[in-house]
């Protein structure tokens, strides 16, 4: 029964974060090229938030234990950055450190207690719900690791913007940011085409048009900054 419901919600609740994170890229790549530059709203952790918190119920019922922990650090880290664009008093530094123990320890739990009283053990990953032979996931151990480095540098560009916007205590996407996108969608997309995940191969893949974009718009602002340093040695 457990099963015939994972299987059930494996597409629905699988693809439904990825019309949030859709909609997310394409408003922020609209609003770049508006700009002429690499630009990010408020609405852009809005549904950050929201495709966070559905794919990581999503990776809960899979029993994909890492996955779930990196999407409620990054849930956590789009709040924060909502929270560092109010006009009003916001937290500090120390609080949102102690908020996001708490969170990840919350998922842990809710995690191990879905193991023990539902599947009857603790499992950190397993394979797509009952779409293939999980008997093969053990011979798949260099692929999990792949997978698991793939997906901590594609969550890994929110903590470095994270550390990035509580140093300059402002929300802003460098381009860092877009370059460990790229990389760890790519890594990512390589291990769920392997273990054929279609969810998350449309999780990961779709972005890569707007990440490379986001990086092309920082070369003129470079080429102007380069401009304008020979016009003031040529005034000199």
Known sequence: MIEQLRLLL???????????FTLRILIQWIQSEK????????????????????????????V???????????AG??????????????RTTSQVIVLFFGLLIFVTVIF????????????????????????????????????VFGAVLFAGRFWIQ????EKYQTSELGKSFWWMSILGSLISLVYF??????????????????????????????SQKLDLREQRNRSI
């Open 10 to 20: 494996y597409y629905p609740l699988g693809l439904l974060p990825s019309l949030f």
């Open 35 to 62: 700009y002429k530059k690499s630009y990010t709203g408020k609405t852009f952790w809005y549904l950050s938030i929201s495709g966070n918190i559905l794919l990581l119920l999503h990776y809960i019922i899979q």
């Open 64 to 74: 994909q234990y890492p996955f779930a922990l990196l999407q409620a650090g990054n």
């Open 77 to 90: 880290i789009a709040w924060r950055n909502l929270d560092l664009m109010k006009h009003k008093k916001k």
């Open 112 to 147: 191990m207690m879905q193991c023990y009283l539902i599947i009857g053990k603790f499992d950190w990953i397993r394979m797509p719900s009952n779409f293939f032979d999980e008997n093969t996931s053990s011979s798949l151990f260099f692929w999990h690791v792949l997978g």
């Open 162 to 165: 994270w550390w990035m916007a």
């Open 193 to 222: 085409v392997k273990i054929r995940d279609t969810v998350s191969m449309i999780n990961y893949g779709f972005g890569l048009i707007p990440y490379i974009r986001n990086l092309i718009l920082y070369i003129p602002n470079v």
